[in-house]
């Protein structure tokens, strides 16, 4: 066997690792069964279910596309291996194809409970003033950046502005391929070092802001939500208005009287979408509550801690008197901070996520 017929073995050997650790031929399987539930005349009278069974099915599809697709153009290339005239052209494409590999194979480290699911962010201005406020809109901005990038759906679900600048806190909804698994990476303190545009002598200012990152649950049997332990509250949506919007009592405002949780959502037009998204973001807020070991864990969850200054944060952004953004887990850093303001962090995202896995 030649040197590139054996590359090529060595990649399909790659591939069928993959394919049985992410464990794709009980998705073929379960796709079937999505597909045939799918075919059911019946099947759009439950409308709400129904959209959650094309969006599993679609994601499935897509994965095991992608998959079969890298699969199938290697057996082609081992075909085509045969000519010696091709051999500079399969050795292009094969790199090529080993970027792409290399890309899937990360699906590996994203095998949480909840990867798959949305993420429901928000981030909560900190020690630092009117400085503070504005980095939570610069991180908003970022991770709104990062979602275009990604080609993943952004919901704002609540946003309350500061009374001079920036926002006081922002909670949205980033619906993608792994956007949980991905996006739990960031739940931290993020330090912001500047000259602040609020000081009239420019002086150099240190800000912090606090990210929380769960993913969107419905309720199961493991996890339920009791209506009796609720009291929710409507109230009038703030925000730029519109037909029907700001006119009426739609925001609404959950408190789970047993924890104490509070979560709001004024983003939908009716009162009961909110209620519906509120109740989803409060599951997935129980659901990390009562895994907590700590009571101090539980008390950020119910917005009593959140410490969002020295000495606790994950990642610093420092735009003088140098430039660089450094994470402080994995000691990843760049000297670009405008790129990485401008929503390119999946490799920060990665790096923390390799990091995670190896702790396994």
Known sequence: MNELATELESWLSRVQRAWTALHLDQKKVQLTRLQAQMQETNFWHDRQTA???SQEAGRLQHQLDVWTGVQNELIDLQALALDASLTADIN?????????????EFELVLQGEHDTRPAIL???AGAGGVDAQDWAQMLERMYLRMAERQGWKVEVLNRTVGQEAGIKNTTIKITGSY???????EQGVHRLVRLSPYDADQARHTSFAMVEVLPELEETDAIKIDEKDLRIDVYRSSGKGGQS????????RITHLPTGIVVTCQNERSQMQNKEQAKKYLLGKLQVYYQAEKDEERQVLRGELTEAAWGNQIRSYVLHPYKMVKDHRTKFETKDPQTVLDGELMEFMKKRLEQQAKLL
């Not at 094969?94 to 890309?103: N, R, V």
């Not at 956007?179 to 990476?185: K, Q, V």
């Open 51 to 53: 959209e959650k069974v």
């Open 92 to 104: 292009e494409r094969l790199q090529q194809i080993g970027a792409t590999i290399d890309q899937l």
């Open 122 to 124: 928000t981030i909560y």
């Open 179 to 185: 956007a949980y698994g991905y996006l739990r990476t």
């Open 245 to 252: 919007v700001n006119t009426t009592d739609s925001a609404v």
